[in-house]
């Protein structure tokens, strides 16, 4: 159905979508439209902005100190050698006068991975070249989270969509949404509520209708895939790239 | 009041990858932010973990702020989205799940409670009063509590069609009504 041709009904799903009603299949499908449709986007952002913010108590509740150690765990390396700025005393290893500048920061690094072996929170990877062999898109994946960032861009006919699936043996693909053409795209997919990702083992990509396949199964052919690796595993290149 | 420019600033620089502002937007924010997770999953634990992701998340997907909206509402959807995926995918036979302390958490409870943003609550506040009871509960339990149609069906004792009309009529009169206030 064009949610369109239907603004009385799309109002309603986006309200139903941002305070939850909206459940299981039926949401998942929402915020694939949402992020194709930039009319919803907008209807949802209305409502966002209608009611979220009205809900926030003024008084603030302290937050446990993990889950800021847990975030920065996960943020790109590179800065994160910074000494943080709340630290009063300096810390032992920029007191020994042979660990500064570089040592210190593979300190950090190695401190850090150490306080938090479950670092690799997105511990899987996938990379699908085009069909000259490019690498295209860049995929990382927890269970229930898929990151991905378009390395270049993809001319396919406008009345077409390239759709990406995920693949359980034993079981249909499961759609994971469609890809973005333009290079420098990095959405982050929903992953569907009854769906664990750590059990797929290869990522497929087909040619459908444009907006994705009607069916909710892949009706054109296979045209690119990839295995999902356990990054741990990756001998080469950085264990995670944002 | 957080000084909504100064995050919005703050956010197209994490945009930027700059992760100093990155720190400081959750340093002026995630303590606000945290009681929509909790709200949502009721327990410090999972909420913790939620807002873990979600600010990841945050930090992830700051190139799609639009400058010019909320930053607030832009990061507690985020929140909201991520302890409502949760929440979904939670096996409700945990242990202490099933006390929905339905009495505790009702509007008055909410409202007596300081806003953030107090004239955003009132326009909303006076919006839900001039529903029908029914309406107005049924509403307030499904968006303050992310609380499934069934669960508000049961707490009511009411016909599961009978909420999901109450619901999707409050919300078409409450974006009227809040249309109308604002114009």
Partial sequence: MNLRKHPQLSEQLAALYVIGSLRGRARLRFARLVQQDVVLAQMVERWEDLLLPAMLPARPQPVPERVWHGIRAQLPRATLAQPRSRSSHLPWWRRLALWQGLSAALAVVLVVSWLWPSVPRMPMLAVVNNSQGQATWVFHASAHHMRLVTLRNTQIPPNKSMQLWAIVPGKKPVSMGLLPMQEGQTPVLPVPDHMNLSHA??????????????????????????????SQDASTGPRRAY | MIDTAELERLLLAVACGDQQAFQRFYRETSAHLYPVALRILREDGRAADCLQDAFLKIWLKASEYRAGRSPMAWAAAIVRYQAIDLLRRMPKDEPGWEEPDWEREEWGAVHNEAALYPAERKRIEDCLQKMTTEQRQAIVQAFYRAATYEEVATHFGAALGTVKSWIRRGLLFLRDCLQHESA
């Fill in chain 1, 201 to 230: 083992r290869l990522l497929a990509v087909t040619m459908e209708p444009a907006g994705g396949s009607p069916t909710g199964q892949p009706t054109g052919p296979i045209l690119l895939k990839a295995t999902l690796i356990s």
